[in-house]
């Protein structure tokens, strides 16, 4: 295989995964009804007019399966940090009793179950459209290559199975992440 089509499987591969490893983050951010500090990476606080991660203003810890402990670093931020959880789509209210702010999980509801495995399978239909964007912006690099560079019908054809081999490969993945994210969440 030419040069040029090697170095675009290299970038293609590496999209991929980054599509891959960017889905498993956002699972990470799903409730399925155990404590799990990633849950909060996506709240920022109003700490002194700027917009902070919480994760930077405290140390976050998980003392039982269901209950999140988060110790702010300066408990003057306390009021600001409480509105923000409440202001977030995680579902939680937290309760501050004084010295560290208390986020207890809830058992989920059958139809919350449901609607959370809905929400997943959406995630994961969404990674793969992103993943056959990347074959066909490939597959249109490889193309215009082929009239800049002049290589043979044969070669960009071997150039197209690799490309759909990858992809293929990545469905996999995401199908498995979607499916083991749907069993922690249906698991009671």
């Known amino acids: 295989m030419l040069p040029e089509l090697e170095e675009e499987i ?9 599509a891959i490893n960017h889905l498993s983050g956002e699972f990470l951010t799903v409730r399925a009804g ?4 990633k849950i909060l990476d996506n709240i920022t606080v ?7 991660p919480l994760k930077q203003m405290a140390n976050i810890t998980v003392p ?8 702010l670093f300066d408990r003057s931020a306390a ?12 579902g939680i209210n937290p309760v501050d009793d004084g010295k ?3 986020l207890v999980f809830p058992q989920l509801t059958e139809e919350r179950r449901r609607d959370l495995v809905k929400q997943v399978r959406k995630m994961a239909e969404d990674a793969k459209v992103v993943l056959r964007n990347e074959r066909r912006d490939v ?17 960009l054809t071997g150039f197209e ?14 199908d498995d992440l979607g499916k083991a994210k749907e069993k922690e969440i249906l698991e009671i």
């Open 10 to 18: 290299f970038n293609y591969e590496e999209k991929l995964e980054k």
């Open 34 to 37: 155990r404590a799990n500090p």
């Open 46 to 52: 109003d700490y002194y007019g700027s917009q902070t």
């Open 64 to 71: 039982e399966p269901r209950m999140l402990v988060i110790s």
């Open 79 to 90: 009021k600001e940090t409480v509105k923000a959880i409440s202001a977030s789509d995680i």
């Open 100 to 102: 560290v702010i208390r």
């Open 139 to 155: 597959l249109d690099k490889a193309k215009k290559l082929k009239k800049d560079l002049n290589f043979s019908e044969d070669e």
């Open 161 to 174: 199975k690799e490309v759909q081999k990858e992809l293929d490969k990545s469905i996999a993945t995401v």
